[in-house]
């Protein structure tokens, strides 16, 4: 927007809008793009502001003494205001702390986060610090009011600037399309409008396509040869060895034994039709030890090898690093492609079709004009490129590939080529190497119409992450909010897609076919809404049996076999019957509509409606299966909950397979010829025992290649014996107190694993304002920025200490010195009231020695691994959980770590220990 508009940005004693007070105003003046005036001051709230404000903002009780009352500046704010619009960062924050005091009440509020969001969706994070630095813009002191103010306008010019840069049409499109939506930015795209000039070379909204005929998939998969030649072991070693052709396209290369001994395995897998798990040490490299058998064998049979991965980090680490390393190495070219699951590419057909009618809420309004505006950046559809926030998640997946009963056919010809879904798919086809990760693997494998092209040939990385990846890619999770949007989009008479069927047969149809039509859709539409209600009345219920069998105060509320017999359960399958009969009165008439439409002439538009009208009608008959599964008859392999949330009554139910070995053996085990999977951590203290137990593998053969480290030269594990049990009292204040003098004696390189959220949370309140005092920064997950942002924080502050849990365990690398130490706050069992742990505890006799210590054994090797990433690598793993010297199971936890000296004293010494075993460390390595 031109003209005059104020940015500006409060500081306050805490988040409360209500209570809370200002303590800092700053605010300047923007005119036709330029900043020409400011205004600022402190407020003296009139009592001590707490020590956590004056850690976050800087500003201390003594700055405050002499400033003036909110009361006396209040004039001076509302008169440098005006009534020009405003600008602040989360506006609906600062905006409302202002009008609780009579301010603001006529001026228009915009929010840079929403501007930002909007014209930028793909940046990976919309806080002020992190946009600052993502887009290069000036900003002195954060959490300053002036200057975070001054940030807002600067970052608000630079996105009028983009915004500018769009195309007229598109602009137009944005206005059009946000008619009759309450959405303050309707007014900036109008500004805009006013003056786009019009450009005749705007360019199409569209997916980036090279051709239509890249949409073309192939006629039918290739075959796969029956006669599968062997590749000679020793080929391994000309790519791997020590003069190999790596050796000879890497500078520096570094040949490691390990390597090329895990690479023959794999070769003889292929070889043979083995299936084989094998953990290999760190820093063997092991994905060169699989990728190259695995190129070797696809090259050599004009064959596909799929690699399954658990995390996009690895994924990216195959395509952009290990695989064109090959690739420059190998005489013969080969292919590679990732696919992913349907659900992140993006549908253009549904698109189209929602682009085409208003928007039925400001979420849905906000997804499409993201993606209308990324689009213009022609992306490649993939959903992975987006910031997509809340609600508008569920918006994309309305809009996803996934869902679809989708035939390259039809789309060739109205789509022009530019399905993302079905590009991937023909590189798929193509590619020699064939990246997935693996909820797509076993989603894949378990459908019979399949995603991914034929295949023989896995090898599965990152396999201890397997039997969570599958459990959390089949949660299923139903609520009354997405059932009853759901129906709501079915609509009626004139909304939804009901509504637009009937106007499509009123232009297209004779009368007698279109009336036949309207007297039902009259009726169903009012059994959609008697449905609605229903649900409605069905989650209360559900809610009711949570408090009337005294379980109000659990999140997560398990339905055992046992629950389903008492009488309190018994009253919500009786409700869960009367609504069962109304999925099945909408699914007929689901049916009867799709036998009309059926009977009609072909259109493009009639089968857009007759596939949006199946996929709800298919949405509607997997959840009915699945709620008659948790109320009445459940699946063996299944666990089934209740998500309840006693602060805001939301309620759910949830539902997910314990038993995921059955799955893979069926189908990927017994189907496919050679399977390979691979780690850093798959043995416990019984070995394979476990992770060949869980994943049903225990047919496989099972190597383990050992690490390339010197583990005694570079760990050492100290057990501070004098603090209490992480239950027990004043365990909490031990805890600070060895992290504080660790990161003091360090000035920083610590990293902290936490088993909860809560407990990193009270951690990093508690000693982020002591380790300030001393220069050190706090870093912690509890912040919401991205694991990927805060490492980056991390590794570029001089003294840091982070604070992680859940995928910090296994998901960090942070080689050299940035690294130091690690802080293990205890042994990471899981929490034994976890649906999914408790449902697969029940299946041992002996639950804890078989299966809840080993699997917080793989648990803690993976903790332990992030502390040595390469050779050079030097440092100190502190456990603070006595019970691994005071319990008869801790012994399995030290045993499963590599050989390295292991020490126990009380915590005062463990700053002292940690810098002489870092000091000799230095000695030897200069000697
Ligand atoms: S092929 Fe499927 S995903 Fe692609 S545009 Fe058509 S319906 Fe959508």
Same mark, same amino acid.
């Given at each position: 927007m031109r003209g005059e508009l104020v940015a500006f940005d409060l500081e306050t004693t805490g988040l409360d809008v209500e209570t809370d007070s200002i303590i800092e105003i700053g605010a300047v003046r923007i005119v036709d793009g330029v900043i020409t005036d400011e205004y600022s001051t402190l407020v003296n709230p009139g009592f001590a502001i707490p020590q956590e404000t004056t850690y976050i903002t800087g500003i201390e009780q003594k700055d405050l003494r002499g400033a003036p009352t909110l009361a006396t500046i209040l004039p001076d704010i509302a008169h440098f205001i005006g009534d020009a619009p405003v600008i602040a960062h989360n506006a609906i924050f600062d905006v409302s702390f202002l009008k609780r005091f009579g301010?603001?009440?006529g001026n228009l509020a915009i929010d840079t986060i929403e501007v930002t969001s909007i014209i930028n969706p793909t940046l990976p994070s919309y806080s002020l610090g992190s946009l600052v630095e993502q887009l290069n813009i000036e900003l002195e002191?954060?959490?300053?009011a002036l200057d975070d103010a001054r940030a807002t306008a600067r970052l608000y010019i630079k996105m009028w600037e983009t915004a500018k840069t769009l195309p007229k049409s598109l602009v137009q499109e944005i206005v059009r399309y946000s008619q009759g939506v309450d959405w303050p930015l309707r007014i900036f795209f109008e500004s805009l409008l006013e003056i786009a000039s019009d450009d005749a070379d705007t360019p199409q909204v569209t997916i980036d396509a $090279?051709?239509? @005929?890249?949409f073309d998939l192939p006629e039918a998969t290739p075959t796969l040869p029956v006669d599968l030649a062997a590749i000679d072991l020793a080929e391994i070693n000309s790519v791997l060895g020590p003069d190999g052709q790596l050796a000879q396209s890497i500078a520096n290369y570094e040949h490691r034994e390990q390597q090329v001994a895990m690479a023959e395995t794999v070769g003889r897998a292929f070889n043979e039709q083995q299936q084989v798990i094998i953990e290999a040490g760190t820093g063997i490299g092991k994905s060169l030890a699989y990728l190259t058998p695995a190129v070797l064998w696809a090259t050599k049979n004009q064959s596909r090898v799929v690699v399954s991965t658990n995390t996009i980090t690895l994924q990216d680490q195959l395509i952009e690093h290990d695989i064109p390393l090959l690739q420059d190495a190998l005489d013969e070219p080969f292919t590679p492609a990732v696919m992913k699951g349907r659900a992140n590419y993006l549908c253009p057909r549904r698109l189209e079709t929602m682009r085409r009618r208003q928007p039925t809420s400001i979420d849905e309004l906000r997804t499409v004009i993201k993606l209308l505006i990324w689009l213009n950046g022609r992306p490649?559809? $993939?959903?992975? @490129?987006l910031n997509l926030r809340g609600n508008e998640n569920y918006i994309w997946s309305r809009l996803s590939a996934q869902d679809e009963d989708c035939t390259s056919q039809r789309c060739t010809v109205t789509m022009r080529g530019t399905c993302p879904y079905h590009q991937a798919k023909v590189a798929a086809e193509k590619a020699r190497i064939l990246i997935v990760n693996h909820a797509l693997l076993v989603a894949d494998a378990k459908n019979e119409s399949h995603t991914l092209p034929a295949y023989e040939h896995i090898i599965i990385d990152e396999a201890h992450q397997l039997e969570g990846a599958i459990t959390s890619g089949s949660m299923v999770r139903i609520d009354e909010i997405r059932l009853t949007q759901r129906l709501a989009e079915l609509g009626g008479m004139n909304k939804g897609l009901l509504g637009d069927i009937l106007r499509y047969m009123r232009e297209h149809t004779s009368d007698k076919e279109r009336s036949r039509l309207e007297i039902f859709v009259q009726d169903v539409e009012l059994a959609i809404r008697a449905m609605q209600q229903q649900v409605t009345r069905y989650f209360e219920s559900l809610a009711n049996y949570v408090q009337d069998t005294g379980q109000q105060n659990k999140s997560q509320i398990r339905v055992t076999p046992a629950q389903r017999k008492v009488a309190e359960f018994q009253l919500l399958q009786a409700k869960w019957q009367q609504l069962a009969e109304f999925f099945d009165v909408i699914a007929d008439a689901m049916k009867h509509i799709l036998g009309i439409l059926g009977s009609l002439n072909e259109s493009v538009l009639l089968n857009e409606y007759v596939t949006s009208l199946a996929a709800t009608s298919r949405f509607l008959s997997d959840r009915r299966q699945q709620l008659d599964e948790f109320a009445l008859q459940p699946n063996d392999a299944w666990a089934y909950w209740i998500h309840y949330r006693g602060d805001t009554g939301y309620v759910a139910i949830q539902m997910a397979p314990h038993n995921v070995g059955r799955y893979l053996e069926d189908d990927l085990w017994n189907k496919k010829k050679t399977v390979v999977l691979t780690s850093a951590t798959l043995k416990t203290g019984n070995g394979f025992d476990y992770m060949s137990e869980r994943l049903h593998a225990n047919h496989m053969l099972m190597e383990s290649t050992g690490s390339v480290f010197d583990y005694k030269k570079s760990a050492l594990v100290y057990v501070p014996t004098d603090i209490p049990e992480p239950n027990q009292p004043h365990y909490q204040k031990a805890l600070e107190r060895g992290i504080i003098s660790l990161a003091a004696a360090l000035q920083g390189r610590v990293m902290v694993l936490f088993t909860s959220y809560n407990q990193l949370r009270e951690t990093a309140a508690s000693i982020a304002p002591r380790l300030a005092l001393g220069g050190i920064v706090v870093y912690d997950q509890a912040t919401g920025n991205s694991q990927e942002s805060l490492l980056d924080r991390f590794k570029s502050s001089e003294k840091a200490v982070l604070l992680g849990t859940r995928s910090y365990w296994d998901g960090v690398d942070i080689p050299g010195d940035d690294l130091s130490a690690l802080i293990i706050t205890r042994l990471p069992f899981a929490v034994p009231t976890d649906p999914i742990f408790a449902a697969r505890s $029940?299946?041992?006799? $002996?639950a804890f020695n078989n299966f809840a210590v080993p699997n917080a054994v793989l648990r803690f090797r993976q903790g332990f691994g992030r502390l040595i990433r390469t050779r050079d690598d030097r440092g100190i793993v502190a456990i603070f959980d006595s019970r691994i010297i005071h319990k008869k199971y801790g012994r399995q936890f030290l045993e499963a770590l590599p050989d390295c000296r292991v020490e126990q004293g009380p915590l005062d010494n463990l700053a002292s220990i940690t810098q002489k075993w870092l000091d000799e460390s230095l000695d030897t390595s200069d000697s």
């Open positions: 301010l603001l009440s002191n954060a959490h300053r $090279d051709a239509k @005929e890249a490649n559809g $993939d959903r992975g @490129e $029940d299946t041992y006799s $002996d």
